[in-house]
């Protein structure tokens, strides 16, 4: 079964995915092919755990691919911190591009914070529209890091080192 952690970015992706390497039952990657093009892009192996955030953008592809046959983790933080670190990147990353190619240059008026809202709820409906319909689905928290991996690791029937998992989760991994 392949797993997917849609989610926004600035939410504990990496620190997530670091966690989920220490199962030996699933391989993991956070933004493993996000180099990739055409059938390549999402081509992840049998058994897999992928976090990337650019996946928002390509959810049509991502039903085509797998569809209800995969699990989603929807991964989230609090939408103010979550826009204040991305509004801490303005200029670079997801956030350049969204100005500059999916807004095509904003505004300049318009602070990094109020266009870091925007993304943020943009990339959250989508996600949500595509997990309407799935039938396996759990939603995971920055909040409840610990709590809501546990749950995860039982879920999906983890094995491996549960204790060295945690402890990842105590790293803040890609932090800003």
């Given at each position: 079964?392949n797993?997917f ?7 504990g992706?990496t ?5 989920c390497?220490h199962?030996c039952?699933?391989t993991a990657?956070?933004?493993s ?5 055409g059938p390549?892009r999402?081509?992840?192996p049998d058994?897999?755990?992928e976090?990337?955030n650019r996946l928002?953008?390509l ?6 691919a797998?569809?209800k046959?995969?699990l989603?983790?929807h991964l989230r933080r ?13 200029d670079f ?11 095509i240059?904003a505004?300049p ?5 109020t266009?870091?809202h925007d ?5 959250e409906?989508?996600i949500?529209?595509?997990l309407?319909d799935k039938?396996?689905?759990l939603e995971?928290?920055?909040?409840y890091?610990?709590?809501?991996f546990l749950?995860f690791?039982s879920v ?14 105590r790293?803040h991994h890609?932090?800003s």
């Amino acid at each position: 079964m392949n797993i997917f952690v849609l989610n926004s970015g600035r939410c504990g992706s990496t620190t997530w995915i670091r966690a989920c390497e220490h199962m030996c039952n699933y391989t993991a990657g956070h933004e493993s092919r996000a180099h990739l093009v055409g059938p390549e892009r999402l081509a992840y192996p049998d058994n897999h755990i992928e976090a990337d955030n650019r996946l928002s953008w390509l959810l049509g592809r991502l039903e085509a691919a797998y569809g209800k046959q995969a699990l989603y983790v929807h991964l989230r933080r609090d939408p103010e911190a979550t826009a204040s670190s991305f509004a801490r990147r303005h200029d670079f990353g997801i956030m350049k591009a969204y100005r500059e190619g999916i807004l095509i240059g904003a505004n300049p008026q318009v602070s990094s914070l109020t266009l870091a809202h925007d993304y943020l709820e943009t990339v959250e409906h989508n996600i949500a529209l595509f997990l309407r319909d799935k039938p396996r689905v759990l939603e995971a928290r920055l909040e409840y890091l610990e709590e809501d991996f546990l749950h995860f690791w039982s879920v999906i029937g983890a094995e491996g080192d549960l204790d060295a998992a945690l402890a990842e989760l105590r790293i803040h991994h890609n932090s800003s």
